[in-house]
């Protein structure tokens, strides 16, 4: 056994150090530049460290808008910005192509006498494995911390499941139950650690990757509007394992050890330098990542403060120019529920269920709310009296109109969706 074992790893060795082809070395040089460009180019917001592709946006988003009159035949006002799946974004990707093609033809042939790029593979593996493990620190965090999948907001809860968007209904579902949503992040997170040392990488790519599948399939099934970058970052953990994927193959399907003292792309001798610089690039993405968390004190966003008299109220009474509207589904204009939003939009759901939301400022001095509304532009006031138990009265004018309504605030913790219960086991006739 051990004497095949280390024929193997001879073979190995000799193997990694043979010439490239030909077409590996120009395949490298096109996938080397594309990757850099885009994890460059990308916009991507930080809470500390500088956001390059938003510096770099103005340059690259004058050139999409360029492409898009000039070779796609948009609009001479075509703009579209470098947001996720816009038609910017998908021009954006095809000057990339573009450039890399192009840069690649010059490096092949100021280059040409190169036989192999095994230590520049090993640096792009580098980049590419603490960007990735930013990214899902980033994601990862968000999920853990309850963050990214918030509860659902009171409008959401009464809107039908037929009337709710396929992104909405995801994020409703995550939002709800907190405990998968942790183990999501965490999954995330582990991943990202592994990424940031050698001796995990692989492991840590393999997991990053089956974590990337199911971002991919679920952003693509449920419609979410990341699909780019997500296939993107799923990529950089398929780049990762390339090299060590004739291992991972003896590994899963041949059952072969694994050979912990091969790499094929051979790594620099270590110094304390780089495990100084090493450190201190892992700080600084743990510090950029968990900071918001830190600063605000909200490492759970369930229970996090919201909006004064964020909730569900439902409509006891309502008066329009100081007559009383029976609660009528055919009545026009007879509001259903309001609704108060966490970001600052009040939203009104008429008697046939319909949502129609405005924007909201709320003065608890005055007991005032401000409202917009974006369809008009119109702005509204509508004065509040807070009466018992959060029930309040409402008075003002909207659309020219007089109106009076008398609320009663929803108990959406009783709400079948938002119960904390746990069964172990459902008995037949049980409730």
């Given at each position: 056994?051990?004497v095949?074992?280390?024929v193997?790893?001879g073979r190995s060795?000799?193997?990694?150090?043979r010439n490239?082809?030909?077409?590996?070395r120009?395949?490298?040089r096109?996938?080397?530049l594309f990757a850099?460009?885009?994890?460059?180019?990308?916009?991507f917001?930080h809470?500390?460290?500088?956001?390059?592709?938003?510096?770099?946006r103005?340059?690259?988003?004058?050139?999409a808008?360029?492409?898009?009159?000039?070779?796609f035949?948009?609009?001479?006002?075509?703009?579209?910005?470098?947001?996720?799946?816009?038609?910017?974004?998908?021009?954006?990707?095809?000057?990339?192509?573009?450039?890399?093609?192009v840069f690649?033809?010059?490096?092949?042939?100021?280059?040409?006498?190169?036989?192999?790029?095994?230590?520049?593979?090993?640096?792009?593996?580098?980049i590419?494995s603490?960007?990735?493990?930013?990214?899902?620190?980033?994601?990862?965090?968000?999920?853990?911390?309850?963050?990214?999948f918030?509860?659902?907001?009171?409008n959401?809860?009464f809107?039908?499941?037929?009337?709710?968007p396929?992104?909405?209904l995801?994020?409703?579902?995550?939002?709800?139950?907190?405990p998968?949503?942790?183990?999501?992040g965490?999954?995330?997170?582990?991943?990202?650690l592994?990424?940031?040392?050698?001796?995990t990488?692989?492991?840590?790519?393999?997991?990053?990757?089956?974590v990337m599948?199911?971002?991919?399939?679920i952003?693509?099934g449920?419609?979410?509007s990341?699909?780019?970058h997500?296939?993107f970052?799923?990529?950089?953990?398929?780049?990762?394992?390339?090299?060590?994927?004739p291992?991972?193959v003896?590994?899963?399907?041949?059952?072969?050890?694994?050979?912990?003292?091969?790499?094929?792309?051979?790594a620099?001798?270590p110094?304390?330098?780089?495990?100084?610089l090493?450190?201190?690039?892992?700080?600084?993405?743990?510090?950029?990542?968990?900071?918001?968390y830190?600063?605000?004190?909200?490492?759970?966003?369930?229970?996090?403060?919201?909006?004064?008299?964020?909730?569900?109220y439902?409509?006891?009474e309502f008066?329009?120019?100081?007559?009383?509207?029976?609660?009528?589904?055919?009545?026009?204009?007879?509001?259903?529920?309001?609704?108060?939003?966490?970001?600052?939009?009040?939203?009104?759901?008429?008697?046939?269920d319909?949502?129609?939301?405005?924007?909201?400022?709320?003065?608890?001095?005055?007991?005032?709310?401000?409202l917009n509304d974006?369809?008009?532009?119109?702005?509204?006031?509508l004065?509040?009296?807070?009466?018992?138990?959060?029930n309040?009265?409402?008075?003002?004018?909207?659309?020219?109109?007089?109106?009076e309504?008398?609320?009663?605030?929803i108990?959406l913790?009783?709400?079948?969706?938002?119960?904390?219960?746990?069964h172990?086991?459902i008995d037949?006739?049980?409730?």
């Amino acid at each position: 056994m051990m004497v095949e074992l280390e024929v193997s790893r001879g073979r190995s060795n000799r193997s990694g150090d043979r010439n490239w082809p030909v077409v590996q070395r120009i395949g490298f040089r096109f996938v080397a530049l594309f990757a850099l460009l885009f994890m460059l180019t990308l916009p991507f917001p930080h809470h500390f460290l500088p956001d390059m592709g938003e510096l770099l946006r103005p340059i690259f988003e004058a050139l999409a808008s360029w492409t898009g009159r000039n070779v796609f035949g948009r609009g001479e006002g075509f703009f579209s910005p470098l947001l996720s799946d816009t038609t910017g974004l998908y021009i954006h990707l095809f000057n990339l192509s573009i450039f890399s093609m192009v840069f690649t033809g010059i490096w092949s042939v100021v280059d040409r006498n190169r036989k192999d790029y095994r230590r520049a593979l090993y640096w792009l593996i580098v980049i590419a494995s603490y960007y990735l493990a930013f990214q899902l620190l980033d994601y990862g965090f968000n999920k853990v911390f309850k963050w990214q999948f918030y509860l659902p907001e009171p409008n959401t809860l009464f809107t039908t499941v037929g009337e709710t968007p396929r992104d909405l209904l995801y994020w409703s579902t995550m939002g709800a139950s907190r405990p998968y949503t942790m183990f999501a992040g965490i999954v995330e997170v582990v991943a990202a650690l592994l990424l940031l040392f050698r001796r995990t990488r692989t492991f840590g790519a393999v997991v990053a990757c089956g974590v990337m599948l199911n971002v991919v399939a679920i952003n693509f099934g449920f419609d979410i509007s990341v699909k780019v970058h997500s296939t993107f970052l799923l990529s950089l953990s398929l780049l990762i394992l390339v090299p060590e994927f004739p291992r991972l193959v003896n590994f899963f399907f041949r059952l072969d050890r694994l050979d912990r003292g091969h790499h094929s792309s051979p790594a620099p001798p270590p110094s304390p330098l780089r495990t100084i610089l090493q450190a201190l690039v892992i700080s600084l993405i743990l510090f950029d990542t968990l900071s918001p968390y830190v600063l605000s004190g909200n490492f759970n966003d369930d229970v996090a403060p919201r909006l004064p008299l964020h909730g569900a109220y439902e409509v006891v009474e309502f008066k329009k120019n100081a007559e009383i509207i029976p609660p009528l589904t055919t009545v026009e204009g007879r509001w259903r529920r309001l609704f108060v939003h966490r970001r600052g939009y009040m939203i009104v759901q008429g008697m046939d269920d319909k949502m129609k939301d405005y924007a909201l400022q709320v003065d608890v001095g005055a007991k005032r709310f401000l409202l917009n509304d974006p369809r008009s532009g119109e702005n509204s006031t509508l004065d509040y009296e807070a009466i018992d138990q959060g029930n309040m009265i409402v008075r003002g004018r909207v659309s020219g109109d007089s109106i009076e309504v008398k609320l009663r605030k929803i108990d959406l913790r009783s709400l079948p969706l938002l119960q904390s219960e746990f069964h172990w086991s459902i008995d037949p006739g049980s409730e």
